[in-house]
């Protein structure tokens, strides 16, 4: 006699109620994290690679699907070998039967969870690198990044070339420029941190039908009474005070209630940042990089600092392999880790619909 039973159970899930509340929350985070890792490390080798000389190249992540499978199976097997039907106690000692029943059993019990993401890759190339990369960074931007935490002298050392015809360095292979004076730039974003720590750096965004336009205004007690107002207007050509300045993009002002920001694109502030740190001395003697513009005549040199070394680090922010070395960001550089921040924010809000882009590659990551 034989007693058989099988428990097979097989759900296929991706986020459904049964499976999302325990695997979605771990997912995501992880998930998150090695995007933005990702994101970090790619950010960080195309600055290195600008200071090379060489091409940058971007992959972006598309989309992010998981499907997630779960089995579960049990097995009870029962086998009785006694010869219960036949009552005949002559017939079991005639065959050697034992009168006892032989009874065999097995158990299984089996279950098997798999979570395969996919992840598809688009490169950043055609009109989308133009509009991320090449274009100029908007005004308007400028002025979000200065309202949401970033110093107003950051932002400006990195972002902008010229205030008012007032030249930030020049962001081209150059070493040092003789004729080039930092000085009036560098006094200029000094000043408005001044008045941002003082509280008397106002902006506001103004809207019509066809863009939106950034404007400082100035208060007037604060002007009146700052010596920081009265010089950054001497240095920056406004003699007159206006009660709001309308922010333009380009390299001097055409009217007198103007302040012209000629913005840098995002691979000009990727580029000005590139030449902030000194790489290999093996690598400048042998002409693999160029010495680059020196700190003195280089605004952005004092916001990111980026070391190398032959061996990975242990207490990196983010680190990345290029030429035989380990360049990395130290977890305990505040300074520099705020400044590349600022350029990750800079490539998202220059983000461009990248839905359409190809060929895309699609890969399973997992299972």
Known sequence: ??????????????????????????????????????????????????????PTYWLEI??????????????????????????????????GLDHDAVVDGKQELNLDFSDRPTITYAPLQGREFADRLMAPIPPATVIYLAESGWPIDRV?????????GVSNAPVYDVGTNENFDPT????VTELLRSLQDRGDLRFSLEYDAKERTAYLQPLPEAEANSEAAREGRKILGMEQRHPKLKLVNKPNRGAD?????????????????????????DHLK???????????QNASAKWLDIQC???????????????????????????????????????LLQSADVSGMGPMLTVPAGG
């Open 184 to 187: 009036p730039f560098n006094r």
């Open 309 to 347: 070394s032959k061996l990975p680090v242990t207490n990196a922010f983010v680190q990345v392999h290029h030429n035989g070395y380990w360049f990395y960001i130290p977890r305990s550089d505040f300074r520099s880790k705020r400044t590349f921040s600022l350029l990750t924010y800079l490539f």
């Open 257 to 281: 209630d103007e302040l012209a920001l000629q913005t840098r694109s995002l691979l000009g502030t990727m580029f000005a940042l590139s030449e902030s740190f000194t790489p290999p001395a």
């Open 156 to 164: 400006m050392d990195c972002c902008v070339q010229r205030i008012n």
């Open 286 to 296: 042998s002409g693999q990089v160029l010495p680059g513009t020196p700190a003195e």
């Open 62 to 95: 598309t989309s992010m699907l998981s499907q997630y499978e779960l089995k579960a199976g049990g097995m009870f097997g029962h086998y009785d070998y006694t010869l219960k039907p036949i009552r005949s106690a002559a017939l079991r000692a005639v065959y």
């Open 1 to 54: 006699m034989q007693f058989f039973v099988v428990v097979s159970i097989l759900s296929m899930v991706a986020g459904c109620k049964s499976l999302g509340p325990r695997v979605m929350p771990g997912d995501r985070f992880h998930y998150n994290e090695s995007g933005a890792q990702s994101a970090s490390e790619q950010l960080l080798l195309n600055i290195v690679r600008l200071r090379y000389g060489e």
